[in-house]
């Protein structure tokens, strides 16, 4: 069986240098932490769920190397005390000092600066094509700023296609180096409207069900998403807008609603609390939504405690947007990195051929990447 996973972020194999998948326990975590030997550390997919905790600063602070460790949905961390006197961190929206969390821009300038560089990264990412190659992935599409666009497009021969999924602050930077090759194409500008449910960071139209105060991030308003728009269409580039809560997918849509784009298939990323309301004017729109099989079985405790039952039981509708007809693609956004896991469930929501098509058989039609169809 061959797969497209059409979201990914292969950079965070460069976070891996101490696995946390397998991670029992706090006490587990702390025994791999305090056996590095390094001056600082970096690294992704640690889970409350496995841990038994939600991670504060107080957790981590007796290491004594800089340390970020980031969640799994990539949305949030948590930074001991000596990275945040390494680094100057201050308090702000965005940076908890007391328990050490940190958000969104925050999260990944911390993350940018502690990352291994040059051929190290390189390398990270070379391990993580041959790991999707050898789980049946022929192609990824790949959120990327400009240094690991750079990799790939210097890279001779990759062992699966890449679609590169430049971040909009870094794609003009891009464009300046890109040269489309047989195993590397362009494909959307990615743009953050709102953050995660596991964060508590995705935007919603009501509260969050264990905070009734609170609704989340909004990154970008329809103000400035229209713009954007606009700016990349003028381009012939189509913008690719993560939207998680319900609030943040109507921003989107009233963007896209107010500029009357030109442009087919525009992609909202994951649109997991997406309404049929919603949906039925993203298809009028000709938008592409591009969702995540695997998140139900993975984060429905999650749900459940962050929106409460009856919202939990909504969220990834894939049967709804597939009966509607609103164009839809499967990626894993690497939670977890494994096709077979998302088609399983996939496969028991919307039956075989329908699981199929939306994890390879849309591409082997040509579909969606090509402006023309």
Same mark, same amino acid.
């Given at each position: 069986?061959?797969?497209?996973? !059409? ?68 949305? @949030? ?57 050898? @789980? ?22 990759? %062992? ?41 960071? &995705?935007? +919603?139209?009501? %509260? ?17 998403? &229209?713009?954007?728009?606009?700016? +990349? ?37 994951? !649109? ?24 139900? %079985?993975?984060? @429905?405790?999650?749900?459940?405690? &962050? ?12 049967? @709804? ?33 329908? !699981? ?18």
């Amino acid at each position: 069986m061959r797969f497209v996973d !059409a979201h990914t972020h292969m950079e965070l194999f460069a976070f891996k240098e101490i696995d946390l998948e397998d991670v029992k326990d706090l006490r587990d975590l702390l025994r791999k932490l305090e056996g590095f030997e390094g001056e600082y550390l970096a690294l992704w997919g640690w889970d409350e769920k496995k841990v038994g905790v939600f991670l504060e600063r107080k957790h981590i602070d007796h290491i004594e190397f800089p340390l970020l460790l980031i969640r799994v949905d990539g949305h @949030m961390g948590v930074v001991n005390s000596r990275a945040v006197e390494v680094l100057g961190l201050e308090g702000s929206d965005r940076f908890d000092p007391e328990k050490g969390h940190v958000f969104e821009e925050t999260l990944w300038d911390v993350a940018n600066r502690l990352k291994p560089k040059g051929e190290r990264l390189a390398k990270c990412i070379r391990k993580g094509l041959l790991r999707a190659r050898d @789980m049946g992935i022929v192609e990824v599409h790949d959120f990327v700023d400009d240094e690991v666009a750079r990799i790939y497009l210097s890279e001779e021969d990759l %062992p699966v296609r890449v679609v590169l999924m430049p971040y909009y602050d870094s794609y003009k930077e891009v464009l300046k180096n890109f040269e489309e090759k047989d195993t590397v194409r362009l494909g959307w500008v990615k743009v953050y409207v709102d953050g995660s449910i596991g964060a508590r960071t &995705a935007y +919603l139209k009501e %509260p969050y069900a264990d905070r009734d105060d609170w609704r989340g991030v909004l990154l970008k308003t329809r103000e400035e998403i &229209a713009k954007i728009v606009e700016e +990349l269409e003028g381009q012939g580039l189509r913008v690719s807008l993560h939207a998680i809560g319900d609030g943040a997918i109507e921003e989107c849509i009233r963007a896209f609603e107010e500029v009357g784009p030109r442009l087919r298939y525009h992609r909202i990323e994951h !649109a997991e609390l997406i309404t049929e309301e919603q949906a039925l004017r993203a298809k009028k729109l000709n938008l592409l939504l591009c969702t995540q099989p695997n998140f139900n %079985p993975y984060f @429905m405790e999650t749900y459940v405690k &962050a929106l409460g039952e009856e919202r939990a039981k909504r969220i990834n509708p894939l049967e @709804m947007i597939d009966s509607l007809g609103v164009p839809m693609i499967f990626g894993s956004d690497m939670m977890p990195f494994d096709p077979i896991f998302g088609f399983r469930y996939a496969e028991k929501v919307l039956g075989r051929d329908r !699981a199929e098509y939306y994890y390879f058989g849309w591409r082997e039609e040509g579909r969606y990447i090509d402006l023309s169809f």
